[in-house]
């Protein structure tokens, strides 16, 4: 069974930071991509970061120069690193995981997803 735990969400000074973690389980983690996305409320949900199964990263704009995504592959974990929070990152991250081709630049939707982790970033 592919199971995506998400951790180190919560409540957060705008400024502040904030470390997520995604841990995989029952899936050979160095074939899959995985992808970050939030759904804030009354938003579309948004791909924010990737670290995919070649080693490369990818980031949206929003957060490009703020968020750093990388791979811990002793422990089938993948971190998101948030500094310099705002408000409009308030949302639930979730965490996705695809073994699919993902072209640069793009965040595909994952075939197994986390159940997401809230972040409030207080102003």
């Known amino acids: 069974e592919v199971q995506l735990v998400e951790s180190g969400g919560g409540l957060v000074q705008a400024g502040g930071s904030l470390r997520l973690a995604c841990v995989a389980s029952?899936?050979?983690?160095?074939?899959?991509?995985i992808a970050w996305f939030r759904r804030a409320p009354g938003k579309e949900r948004e791909g924010v970061a990737a670290h995919t199964r070649i080693g490369t990263t990818n980031y949206s704009d929003s957060v490009k120069g703020r968020f750093t995504v990388s791979r811990d592959s002793t422990k089938n974990t993948v971190h998101l690193e948030m500094n310099s929070l705002k408000s409009e990152d308030t949302a639930v991250y979730y965490c996705a995981a695809t073994g699919l081709t993902v072209p640069p630049g793009v965040f595909m939707p994952g075939q197994y997803w986390g159940q997401g982790t809230q972040v409030t970033v207080s102003s």
């Open positions: 029952g899936v050979t983690f160095r074939e899959y991509t």
